[in-house]
């Protein structure tokens, strides 16, 4: 079967863009990305867009209303954190089945600020956030963290690093919400939100957007494939039963079993991976991914992040764009800025902060809920 | 150790709190016969074996032990801060999510693997038509 490539990519800088509208936001990233292959929107046969907070607004539409009305199909697809690389994996799944050669794949959010999740009175009742435990975001995955300490003895500092190192990173890309070095005291001094994540260790919520073009092989070959990116693989998973995701969601069964079929289709292996751009919706996560992906060794998480393995320069760099810590957290636009950022060092195009030589990337969003989406990108030329 | 609540008490805060008009409350399970899983409040099917009708009331145990926990210090407004979130492995099955009272809230002196228990109490808060509510709560054991 022919593969499917990436021939335009772009983000917009995340920020706050209160006098936007979403799909405002939207239609600045496709527009950037159809300049980015070259083709403009009556070339695409289809758009999927990913969005979360008005999954019911029909968003892709109201794209197509401010860049063109072009009459083709749309899909909105709405998967937590996993929206907006849910949309370039269906984006994708339709050229693999040979329906298109040419489709637009868009993510975009618009956040307020402040705490996600939490439990609230359902109908009736009192609400249970601080009765019955927490259910906002920090501590889901403070928790999830703890779990890690548990099993291996993961320190609070080791969980701080991870700032450290994707705050770091985030000052060599001028798409960042911020471009700040946040050192291991000023991450483990900042306010504590749920221990062990203090407020420099919980993602920023931004605005952005970010788009692909996505083409089919017969059709790179006639456009050229000088930039294309070659997509490897593409995994989706759900969460499958295990024992206290009732209470605790497991965010590691979902993404191993993602990792394995990714690394399956493929044909390559996490050694064969030059770079990672992961769901560091906490810094507390980044730690359970490195095992979860298979970047290191069981156990070895704490490790990796003591001795820089993951840092830039490092064997396996991961979130060398700052990550969701420091590029920013819009949920919808997330999975398809990832995959923005691997194929920039792919195309050789990263800048200051490129991995050399890079070939081969791999990216990894999770939603709660739960969704995991990775993708296994690979450079062309 | 746990308050008994009157005829006309406090309402349930979550459905798989059971007060009985004798006895003391508890938290019910429901266990799969097929496969053993145990969930929290009533359901049709298991969502680990896709059993249909498998699914029996079982009480939970009183007891269990620390799994894991976070030390809460920001959350929404009206929740008093800092307060520990747990979770524990209840003996016999099924993990529950709760706070965990009784221990300061400090990293030093929270042992994950530590025993606790369950104990009831009335939540304070009350909802908008001023009924009042019982909760469940962790405790340590010893």
Known sequence: MS???????????????????????????ALMAL???GLTIGDMEALYCGNLYQASAMVGQRILHEIGQTGIPVVNCA??????ATAFREAWMAIKAGAYDLTLAVGVEQMGKGLIGGGGARGKGIPTEGLLGS????????EAGMEHARKYGTTFEQFAKVSVKNHHHSTMNPKAMYQIETPLEMVMNAEMISYPNTKL???????????????????ARELGMKRAVRVKASALTSDPFTDRDLVMPDVNTCTRRAAAKAYEMAGVSAKDVDLVELHDCFATA?????ENLGLCGEGEAGRAIDEGWTAIGGKIPVNVSGGLLSKGH?????????????????????????????????????GLGSACA????EKVA | MAEQAAASGPLPIVPFLKIPSEGSPYLEGQRCRACGAVFLGERATCSKCGGRGTLEPAPLSGRGTLYVYSIVHRSFPGVEVPYVSCVVDLEGGGTVKGNLIGIDADPAKIAMGMPVETVFKVAPRKDAEGNEYLTYYFQPRS
């Open chain 1, 286 to 290: 980044e730690i359970l991914h490195y």
């Open chain 1, 3 to 29: 593969d499917v490539y990436i021939l335009g990519v772009e983000m917009i800088k995340f920020g706050r863009f209160p006098e936007k509208t979403v799909p405002q936001l939207g239609a600045q990233a």
């Open chain 1, 330 to 366: 819009p949920l919808g636009a997330t999975g398809i800025a990832n995959i923005y950022e691997v194929s920039t060092h792919l195309r050789g195009e990263a800048g200051k902060r490129q991995v050399p030589g890079a070939r081969i990337g791999l990216t990894h969003v999770i």
């Open chain 1, 79 to 84: 998967n937590a954190c996993a929206t907006g």
């Open chain 1, 35 to 37: 300049d980015d292959a």
């Open chain 1, 201 to 219: 260790m919980c993602s920023v919520n931004v605005d952005g957007s970010a788009a692909a073009v996505l083409c089919s092989e017969k059709k």
């Open chain 1, 374 to 377: 990775i993708h296994v990108l």
């Open chain 1, 135 to 142: 259910g906002t975001m920090p501590t889901v995955f403070a």
